[in-house]
């Protein structure tokens, strides 16, 4: 595991004050004055003007290295701009090079596990995808967790299967949303997971769950159990409310929709089946980990 800091510390910084040392001396500062200026030792000023520190050719080709590099230069060569606010400068250009930017790109190639996203991603960034990607997986395995560590659980499984999902927080599609692989089935009497989550793997339960959210819910996660109306009962019991949709209504949005009219606080959506369709229950919630846990509650 490789921190972006670390690109930081290893790559740009040496290449950057390589480079500020070699402007410097060229506007003719001696080695002590460079020294001075960068706030390290002679040694190192002379490491960096004999080529001695390993520089990162992809950061010492980026044009905006190099402007600010002359600007820096320029700025403590003269006076006109001190030691603090050269090091907020380059404060600033290392958060964007690490918002989407250079730096990003460096770490995913120093941590092949971030092949794919192409440097698009910002480690510092709440709100960015990837990490918002990495929370909702990992919230699914706490969940999974649960389920398999439930005593009972596949009472609970329907005949087609459960699964259970969770979306990222502006979702609108099924893309969005990260669910089994393959559902989860009772085999020999145990909730087995066939595969670790991934988004994009569950049509239906994820489908209820984006309806749910269209039409207002502030629910994030989804888990379908088979329906009973003692299982009902026990979700009502244990302080859920409950909403019944049609299953065969022709716009599942619009019958959702119609459910929560009726019931705005419904955690709990129910069908009790029609042609060729299992009736089914499904629990709403903040994320996989409290879904589940609801499940445990009423086995």
Same mark, same amino acid.
Do not use: W
């Given at each position: ?141 706490? =969940?999974?967790?649960?389920? +398999? ?6 009472? *609970?499984?329907? $005949? !087609? %299967?459960?699964? &259970?999902? #969770? ?71 244990? =302080?859920?409310?409950?909403? +019944? ?6 716009? *599942?949005?619009? $019958? !959702? %929709?119609?459910? &929560?009219? #009726? ?37």
């Amino acid at each position: 595991m490789k921190f972006a800091e670390e690109v930081v510390v290893e790559e740009f910084l040496p290449t950057f004050r390589s480079m500020l040392a070699e402007d410097l001396r060229e506007r003719g500062l001696t080695q002590s004055e460079v020294a001075d200026a960068l706030g390290i030792s002679q040694s190192a000023v002379s490491k960096y003007a004999h080529g001695d520190v390993a520089q990162n050719d992809g950061i010492r080709d980026d044009e905006r290295v190099s402007r600010l590099v002359t600007e820096v230069g320029e700025g403590l060569a003269t006076g006109s701009m001190s030691q603090v606010q050269a090091l907020v400068e380059v404060e600033v250009l290392i958060r964007r090079l690490e918002d989407h930017d250079l730096i990003a790109q460096l770490h995913e190639e120093a941590m092949p596990e971030l092949a794919g996203h192409g440097g698009d991603f910002n480690v510092h960034d709440p709100d960015d995808e990837l990490r918002a990607t990495e929370r909702v997986l990992s919230s699914m395995r706490r =969940g999974i967790h649960i389920v +398999e560590g439930t005593s009972g659980f596949t009472s *609970l499984i329907p $005949a !087609v %299967g459960s699964n &259970l999902c #969770e979306s990222l927080p502006n979702a609108e599609s099924i893309d969005d949303v990260a669910g089994i692989p393959g559902r989860i089935f009772d085999v020999k009497g145990r909730a087995t997971i066939p595969a670790d989550p991934e988004f994009g793997v569950s049509a239906h339960v994820a489908s209820i769950l984006l309806a749910a959210r269209d039409n207002g819910a502030d629910v994030h996660a989804a888990l379908n159990v088979r329906y009973d109306p003692d299982i009902v009962a026990r979700l009502e019991s244990v =302080g859920h409310a409950t909403a +019944e949709f049609d299953a065969e209504y022709d716009d *599942l949005s619009e $019958a !959702v %929709g119609h459910a &929560l009219d #009726e019931s705005p606080d419904a955690t709990v959506l129910y069908h009790t089946g029609g042609y060729g369709i299992e009736p089914i229950v499904y629990i709403l919630g903040d994320s996989a980990e409290a879904v589940a846990e609801v499940a445990r509650k009423i086995v």
